[in-house]
């Protein structure tokens, strides 16, 4: 992906939380599960989704070491 259009997503924190709130509804944990699923088969989609949720965080702090440093203002040294 474009480092800039990562560096304009990680500049922007209301637009950083936004997109990664609605990717993780996706992972969700209470919606698509079924009293009829046997117990292995919900401990799978349970970690299934805990470990997608991991890879969204780890990601979106890929993301954040795009972001522009800011320089901080140098005083000029005063003589004595």
Known sequence: MEPSI???IADNPQLLEAVKEV????FSLD???SLAQS???LGE?????????KKVEQG????LTHKTEKEEPHEPM???
Not at 45 to 53: C, N, P, S, T
Not at 60 to 63: A, C, N, S, Y
């Open 39 to 41: 117990n292995e088969q």
């Open 78 to 80: 005063r003589a004595r």
């Open 31 to 33: 919606k698509d599960f």
């Open 60 to 63: 979106f702090l890929e993301i």
């Open 23 to 26: 990717i993780l509804k996706q």
């Open 45 to 53: 989609d349970v970690r299934a989704r805990l470990e997608g949720i």
């Open 6 to 8: 990562l560096k304009s």
